[in-house]
């Protein structure tokens, strides 16, 4: 059986009811099942052999599962197979439209302000080292690590990027 | 003397004319030495001893200069340390006003797409990992690695963020 | 009887419930019946005799649909004629009010990004082959196409409008 | 000797000097070049061995010139060759800042009208073809040509885009 | 008994639901008895004694109805008059709030466009014909035409408006 | 010799210095010649044979001059024929920039004001009488008249535009 | 008994349906009153002591009532005082969210286009009469009032606001 | 000789440079004048025979001067007359451009905000007294007054405007 | 039993519907019952042991409750504690959301015009005395009090938030 | 002679270049001085017997300068004293110009993130405490002030406004 409960002894992410209307209709179904069973996205990441981001990316209608993530995830969130299947969960997700843009929240806007004012280094950077091109927002992975030290807690994202170079 | 162009081969990041006006009147004539004396940030970022995007942040007047810093431009890119100093180099910047938002270059806007579409999920596992609060965006560092593997090359993007508790 | 599912082996396209309240209310009855009888695009547009872009057009409102478009829509999602002729179908159709633009989500991004990019270059081009005028939106085609190398899958849009000549 | 003019018998395309501050220095003085020569784009490509979009695009500065590029230029234009190296065509071009959005100019606009239309029919069609993922705007061409029937003039616009899977 | 359908052949006007809620509550009503009893505006505006234009205006809540409007709109549309009058059809119209501008609808964007491109050209030419003044949108009429010869159909839109001096 | 000033007793219609950015750089040479000689574009419209709000708009830059409007220009204004061929008036125009959506100016901003509250209802009618489609602005006609009765001055503007049929 | 109707021998000012999202509750309620016993707001302003505008406004949600205003309400709308007073009428107003701005009603858009056009000659005024400082837009009142002269009717409009000098 | 400073003991109201670029040229001529002989408005307005508004009101590009004021202007500010009739000031002003929307100075919001939170009651009243209409920003005068009591000072603001009845 | 009312005299801050949709569910729940039991912010917050703007922030969903604040809030508020638990007052809170940018309240612009103003002395200030760096606002706590002098009163906001050094 | 330098041994602030269009000519003159003296605000403030907040703002053009201002700020700065009277300092400030928002520089965007997060509870408490009302910005002093305890370094910020009453 699952464990309950964050391994940080933090309480689980919920869902702010006002956001529902922004989403798909999978996602309160998920989250209302998270918050009875009281799992973390470390938990259910673990359950469905993804990474906690793109859990919960799932979780809010960014990416799409595969029917082994709706056969795992029936099984630890206690859902039906075939009602998740009735959702959009396994469906081609329309990304991006639950984020306000600027951000509101102090915690997503410090994301958006790093490549507000970084944006240009980070493209004179990976020009020089990669030539013309983007990294994929699509061919790509990102994993969320804490670290502690003296100073106190640290936060490390990783992004991980395929490079495509321009015509 | 310092190595010419980068290590990748591909040329060197320089500044596009028609970005000036929303830049600090150092932005410039900083570009214009590195384009004289052909040298990449990698470079310039080992004679200053900071990571590459601290170096092209410093270029674009989106970080503060130490008097060591000046001292290290100034002879990297022979340019007379008072002319540096003249300049807002040292000062206090004024950040996050050189770039358009939503971005319009595809490079950039793939960094604020993976903000916009992972937002949420960010969010939802930095605080089960960590409580309620921030990752700052000022006690903060990044860097940028080349990965290269049989499917070609791939980015990699560290942040490095304090974490800071909500009241 | 029509074809299950799609010739490529994915998943049909359904509607994300979020996007109800942008589209005429035909659309998540013919979503609903499309998703019940697991059709794909391709399939129904054979039904109709129509290219898929216009079919799918039909389905998001944003385009008019004939009496015969109705009869054999009528057919292959098996919806009572009368139906489907009480909804706005066959009516005018109010374009354009389904997208945020920009776009947010990436597959939709990136064809904006292709106007932003090149329209200068589009305009220099037309103008110089056709004089000064525009290319219809209305009176236009569109096709997409699958081409497979040994790089992988490509993408292939054709786009044909008239060409009108300003005043 | 290079054709002077365009083969339809149209005036060639010329830089509207409004535009000039959101370009790259490079685009005023290579119009002037291809005003003075009257030179098409269609010419100039011929001579690149580049389509006639991507050779506007190079003036629009939305594209990086090779150094083959750079000569060919040259050799074209009559502008010696280190004057071209001096600019900026041969470095990162920084993307997207020349097009007010939505595009005012009716032409460009239709573009845009269509992508606003369409959006998600393209999105329904594509997931259904090829999955979860989108069509490069980067691994990307593009062509333009001319097509007349008894009805008129046509314009017949074709991308090509490579497809990337989703994560 | 009212004619039924258009003298053009084409189908009649009727109500996108997803523009319900930036209507007045009258205008969903209006516009099912007239699908009901499939007229159309020319058959309305006939029996109001308006033009069409101010006839559907009326229906989009963007005029004001007199007690007659009121009579003879229960008259031709069978909806008892007290019904009507319980509505918001006589009360004052709070003008101008079911369009997005821009428009995105095609048709209506054309008509944008037009004041968009032409502008300073009809201010110059009324200023020269009238003095420093206004052409008035409240004192104002028009009305819509449909001319055909050889080329096709043509649409002649006309405004008649009070010029108002300046002070 | 052509007549001075305007046929209204009015003056006649110069340039805002402050709208010369926004505009081609034919503009300011154009308008100057007008203010000098104090011709009125009823004047200038009958020596090109052309309506005068294709004039004004010519003038703004919104319309592309003929050889032979470049000859009357030349001749009407007193402008060497190489001076006007050297300018952009008989290049594309680049449409649409000069104008601030919504327009500030009282006068401009009725003729939006009159598309923002009436925009569905010129949709309704025009589709009842021609269909699915729109009205053109590009194969399209204007003209304005003056009317005058005991109430005082009317603004009569005709538009006319070919109807192009929806796909 | 109140007066039914207005002095004019116009209709009352009623409440326009799409609006309500945008107010408190109390507003659909109180409009309800009004229009049920035809009554309008100068009439309702005598029962209460105060300004006609100041009367609509406590309508609006832009203005707090007093324990003596609910009592007289009560008394003219013959709403039940307890009634009233579960209302958010005594409450404190969070001002300014039922307008669109700029706004869309050509009425309101009169307003706002004078403060537009002619806010800088105001401040100008103001200032050389008191000094740098505002004029208070809360220790505020304002007026309406109707003057009839040969050329027809004439709207005046008085504020009266209080000098606040800056610090 | 004309009076100089103003007869309220406060500044004159100058022109602030960074406001230039959205003016018609003749405005820093004039406030230059004006500055050099320190004259308030009320003295010029005196000369021009105008109310106060509308004198500072042509200073920033928002009337149009008769030729009765250029020669009063060409007096008080002793500017010679021919240099006055070569600006745009007895030309047709282009209103409305010299202010951001929504107002950034703290007086001139005052005024907006009265707006926005007023102009419904506005709205309801103005219909009751007169109908459906508007009052004219156009046939519109107005005036500033100050006003003393044992409470401090007040502004009295007028507005005066003819009633423009809709179709 | 708490004190009913506030110590001021003035009535209880109350939640306007037209606010719902923008706040968490626990929202209109507490201050129903704030309203019921007729409770100041004061009277709450000192049962919590917080600062009264922490405990309005609790409210409009700003703030994470803790579970000695759920046990607290229940028994003044007399709501069970289950119940509380059961919202989303204990999770990570969603902020930002419920305040439209500028706001519109005249109370709450007056802060925001603050910072629009002195938002560059402010940051000077800061600069000299602290280096380069941001005031946290999240280490952050701020107290709100009422001083009263023969002027009248005055309000004291202070703000106290943690120094970070930047990179 | 004024001290050297702060009295925190941070570097003094000075003027970003690429803002100076946004502020009145005064301001670079100022700064320039200012850096050449090497003076921080505080010294500048004693000289001028005002808080460092209201001088830093009379260097970014958002107060009006004293007589008594010009004559310290002459001294200190070692400019003639009618070389400031010639500026824009002692006249009317056109205040809010020099900001972009939302701000962009995260030591701004964090006092404004504090309005946007806390704006309601600022409301909430400030009406009970104070009744229906404002806190000026105008009758309005700042002071900001630095703590340091074992944590660290506290910056603590005191608005101190005038209440007024709404009507």
Same mark, same amino acid.
Request: aromatic residues 10%; glycine residues 6%.
């Given at each position: 059986?699952?464990?309950?409960?964050?391994?940080?002894?933090?309480?689980?992410?919920?869902?702010?009811?006002?956001?529902?209307?922004?989403?798909?209709?999978?996602?309160?179904?998920?989250?209302?099942?998270?918050?009875?069973?009281?799992?973390?996205?470390?938990? &259910?990441? #673990?359950?469905? !052999?993804?990474?906690?981001? @793109?859990?919960?990316?799932?979780?809010? $209608?960014?990416?799409?599962? +595969?029917?082994?993530?709706?056969?795992?995830?029936?099984?630890?969130?206690?859902?039906?197979?075939?009602?998740?299947?009735?959702?959009?969960?396994?469906?081609?997700?329309?990304?991006?439209?639950?984020?306000?843009?600027?951000?509101?929240?102090?915690?997503?806007?410090?994301?958006?302000? &790093?490549? #507000?004012?970084? !944006?240009?280094?980070?493209? @004179?950077?990976?020009?020089?080292?990669? $030539?013309?091109?983007?990294? +994929?927002?699509?061919?790509?992975?990102?994993?969320?690590?804490?670290?502690?030290?003296?100073?106190?807690?640290?936060?490390?994202?990783?992004?991980?990027?395929?490079?495509?170079?321009?015509?």
């Amino acid at each position: 059986m699952a464990a309950s409960g964050t391994s940080s002894g933090q309480p689980i992410a919920t869902l702010d009811a006002s956001l529902v209307p922004n989403l798909p209709s999978s996602a309160p179904m998920l989250f209302e099942a998270k918050k009875k069973k009281n799992l973390s996205f470390e938990t &259910i990441a #673990q359950a469905l !052999g993804r990474d906690e981001v @793109a859990c919960a990316a799932l979780f809010y $209608g960014q990416a799409q599962a +595969s029917q082994d993530d709706l056969k795992n995830l029936s099984q630890i969130l206690e859902i039906p197979l075939d009602t998740l299947q009735a959702t959009e969960l396994a469906h081609f997700p329309d990304r991006g439209r639950n984020m306000q843009m600027p951000p509101r929240d102090p915690l997503v806007y410090r994301l958006y302000e &790093i490549v #507000q004012n970084y !944006g240009y280094a980070y493209k @004179a950077i990976l020009n020089e080292k990669f $030539g013309d091109g983007i990294m +994929s927002a699509i061919s790509f992975s990102t994993h969320v690590e804490k670290e502690t030290d003296e100073k106190g807690d640290w936060v490390k994202i990783t992004w991980r990027g395929k490079w495509y170079v321009a015509w």
